[in-house]
Nanobody, 122 residues
Framework: QVQLVESGGGLVQAGGSLRLSCAAS????????MGWFRQASGKEREFVVG????????RYVDSVKGRFTISRDNAKNTVDLQMNSLKPEDTAVYYC???????????????WGQGTQVTVSS
């Protein structure tokens, strides 16, 4: 099993920045892809960004391109999400996820964190 714990959420004004972190523990050697998803109130969970094991491949949802940056440190078993130029529509619970399979942007990840709330005020 793999455990994921997110941190770094909070309240920020539009145009501001937040950095989310996710720490993995357990059978981390089995993890290939890691990613971030989000779910706004009353909406379905959506893929935000994914990163391959060696960090050489990333995929962002169009709405965050140029504003969000994912990074991964396999030595520390962490994945971070730097979010800049935040907008009210970025408000959601953000979930870290990890998968043992090939790089994927679907929601079929094996392991999930509990989520951290990000609120962007206008």
């Amino acid at each position: 099993q793999v455990q994921l714990v997110e941190s770094g959420g909070g309240l920020v004004q539009a145009g501001g920045s937040l950095r989310l972190s996710c720490a993995a523990s357990g059978r981390t050697w089995s993890i290939n892809t890691m990613g971030w998803f989000r779910q706004a109130s009353g909406k379905e969970r959506e893929f935000v960004v994914g990163i391959s094991r060696n960090g050489g491949r990333t995929r962002y949802v169009d709405s965050v391109k140029g504003r969000f940056t994912i990074s991964r440190d396999n030595a520390k078993n962490t994945v971070d999400l730097q979010m800049n130029s935040l907008k009210p529509e970025d408000t959601a619970v953000y979930y870290c996820a990890a998968d043992r399979g090939p790089f994927t942007t679907t929601g079929l990840y094996d392991y999930w964190g509990q989520g951290t709330q990000v609120t962007v005020s206008s």
